[in-house]
Each structure stands twice: as structure tokens, then as C-alpha cells.
């Protein structure tokens, strides 16, 4: 078996933007091939490295390179893993169950193509249990951006009634007949080991990931004494009009590099 966040191969890909290079990576995770997409701005400099931890599941909320790309154009090396069962990934999709190592394996790549050591996360939706998980079992984050993120995977399944059928067949069950699977997936009883400032984007219309997750974590955070920041805006849903929501990157990204994290 390889070791975690081996690189395996390196495909070049059609990039959405001239300054940006676009490379597919697939690497080693859990004895699994799993790829994800690379972003590096063409004009050399010490970049910090941003992990981009994707929302959906499977084919919604994919990866998409014009995302990456513009994230990169702020300054960053990214690196956004697709985790395992998808595109061509080994493995399945779980969740936020063992494919939350495909995250935390996910840096060890990203470091090999950072001059800088300042790693962040960047995740939206669903990405977002992912990253408090990362930031949990890492101790070398800089910084954490969940924007609409899932943090409470109980609250999830109570109020996603659309998703409840693939959370039983992902997870194995309800929160009631699968206790043992669903705790394992809760971060609050770790939140504690959570050492990265942490910013908090969330729309209060939301109603793919309700306004109650972003509230219960920073209400977790600042139990736990961490550095917490609040964005919240009361006209926007889960997704933003498309000029705010290029305002709030770049602010998000500013936001990253004045963090005096690790």
C-alpha cells in the first residue's frame, strides 16, 4: 500500500483562466486512488495554500476548475480533492465518514506544490463538516472558511428530508438505528482540538443548510475559547447573487493571509 497523500499521477487540464495552470492529481488516501484538482497562479511568487473542500455529493456540487481558478487568482495554491468514488476515484463517497481522510491527505499533497507552509481551508457545504474534521485531526492549518457549511450531521438529516434516503444508504441507516455511525461523524464532542481561527459565511434564508448550523458551531467555538469570525447576511439563500459572491471570495481570501495561525 502507498503512503497517505502519495502522488500517483499528474494530468495537465484545459484551465478557464490564462494565469492559472490546471493540473488533475490523483494520489494515495486509505490504500484508495483519489483525484482532485490542483490551481497554481503561472507567475512565480510564495503562495499559501488553500484546501478547497467541495459541497454535494457524487455529481452535485463537483468540483468546478473555474472555481478553483478564481480562488487561485487571489494569491493561493489550491488543491480541491473530489473524494473517493468520484470521477474516476477508487472507493465511495461517505459523507464525511472515512473519505474525510481524502481531506486530511488532500494537505499532504497540497504541500508538495507550496513553497509557503501556511496551509487554509476553504469549504462550502458539505465541505464544511469536512474541514472542521481536517482541522480536527491536523494541527498544521492556518485558518478555516466554511461558507453555508454543514457542521451538525444530525440536523442534516432532520431537516433534509430530500436527503435522507441516500444518508441511510451511505451511512447505514437513521440516526437511531445507526447510532455508532452518525456519532462518528459528529465533530462537536472534538470541536476542542479545533486550534485554526475559524470564519463563518453563512445566507440566512438558507434552506439547503440551515442557519442554525453556522450558529450551533460558532456557539461550539466560542464555548471552546477559539477564534471566531461571523459573516452573515440576511437577504441571501445558500447560493449568493453571482458579483456578491466574487466580493465575498476575494474577502475570504484576504481574510485567510491576515491570519497569524500556525
Given at each position: 500500500?502507498?503512503?497517505?497523500?502519495?502522488?500517483?499521477?499528474?494530468?495537465?487540464?484545459?484551465s478557464?483562466?490564462?494565469?492559472?495552470d490546471?493540473?488533475?492529481?490523483?494520489?494515495?488516501?486509505?490504500?484508495?486512488?483519489?483525484?482532485?484538482?490542483?490551481?497554481?497562479?503561472?507567475?512565480?511568487?510564495?503562495?499559501?495554500?488553500?484546501?478547497?473542500?467541495?459541497?454535494?455529493?457524487?455529481s452535485?456540487?463537483?468540483?468546478?476548475?473555474?472555481?478553483?481558478?478564481?480562488?487561485?487568482?487571489?494569491?493561493?495554491?489550491?488543491?480541491?480533492?473530489?473524494?473517493?468514488?468520484?470521477?474516476?476515484?477508487?472507493?465511495?463517497d461517505?459523507?464525511?465518514g472515512?473519505?474525510?481522510?481524502?481531506?486530511?491527505?488532500?494537505?499532504?499533497?497540497?504541500?508538495?506544490?507550496?513553497?509557503?507552509?501556511?496551509?487554509?481551508?476553504?469549504?462550502?457545504?458539505?465541505?464544511?463538516?469536512?474541514?472542521?474534521?481536517?482541522?480536527?485531526?491536523?494541527?498544521?492549518i492556518?485558518s478555516?472558511?466554511?461558507?453555508?457549511?454543514?457542521?451538525?450531521?444530525?440536523?442534516?438529516?432532520?431537516?433534509?428530508?430530500?436527503?435522507?434516503?441516500?444518508?441511510?444508504?451511505?451511512?447505514?441507516?437513521?440516526?437511531?438505528?445507526?447510532?455508532?455511525?452518525?456519532?462518528?461523524?459528529?465533530?462537536?464532542?472534538?470541536?476542542?482540538?479545533?486550534?485554526?481561527?475559524?470564519?463563518?459565511?453563512?445566507?440566512?434564508?438558507?434552506?439547503?443548510?440551515?442557519?442554525?448550523?453556522?450558529?450551533?458551531?460558532?456557539k461550539?467555538?466560542?464555548?471552546?475559547?477559539?477564534?471566531?469570525?461571523?459573516?452573515?447576511?440576511?437577504?441571501?439563500t445558500?447560493?449568493?447573487?453571482?458579483?456578491?459572491?466574487?466580493?465575498?471570495?476575494?474577502?475570504?481570501c484576504?481574510?485567510?493571509?491576515?491570519?497569524?495561525?500556525?
Open positions: 500500500m502507498k503512503e497517505n497523500g502519495t502522488i500517483e499521477r499528474l494530468r495537465l487540464y484545459p478557464p483562466n490564462p494565469q492559472i490546471l493540473i488533475e492529481i490523483t494520489y494515495w488516501s486509505c490504500g484508495l486512488r483519489v483525484k482532485g484538482m490542483l490551481a497554481t497562479p503561472k507567475k512565480e511568487g510564495t503562495y499559501e495554500g488553500i484546501l478547497y473542500l467541495r459541497g454535494g455529493m457524487q452535485i456540487g463537483m468540483v468546478r476548475p473555474a472555481r478553483i481558478a478564481q480562488i487561485a487568482s487571489e494569491g493561493f495554491t489550491v488543491f480541491a480533492p473530489y473524494y473517493r468514488g468520484n470521477r474516476g476515484g477508487e472507493g465511495r461517505e459523507f464525511a472515512e473519505d474525510r481522510l481524502d481531506a486530511v491527505y488532500a494537505a499532504d499533497v497540497l504541500k508538495q506544490f507550496c513553497i509557503s507552509t501556511r496551509i487554509h481551508l476553504f469549504a462550502f457545504s458539505r465541505g464544511g463538516i469536512m474541514a472542521l474534521w481536517t482541522a480536527i485531526l491536523r494541527n498544521d492556518a478555516i472558511v466554511t461558507w453555508a457549511g454543514v457542521s451538525d450531521i444530525y440536523l442534516t438529516y432532520e431537516e433534509r428530508l430530500d436527503m435522507r434516503r441516500m444518508m441511510k444508504r451511505v451511512i447505514g441507516g437513521t440516526p437511531t438505528n445507526k447510532t455508532v455511525a452518525y456519532e462518528e461523524r459528529n465533530v462537536f464532542p472534538k470541536i476542542s482540538k479545533i486550534e485554526a481561527p475559524t470564519l463563518i459565511i453563512h445566507g440566512k434564508l438558507d434552506v439547503n443548510v440551515s442557519f442554525v448550523h453556522a450558529e450551533t458551531l460558532e461550539k467555538l466560542l464555548g471552546n475559547n477559539k477564534i471566531v469570525e461571523t459573516w452573515y447576511y440576511p437577504e441571501f445558500h447560493f449568493f447573487p453571482s458579483q456578491v459572491n466574487r466580493q465575498v471570495v476575494k474577502d475570504a484576504r481574510w485567510m493571509k491576515m491570519q497569524r495561525g500556525v
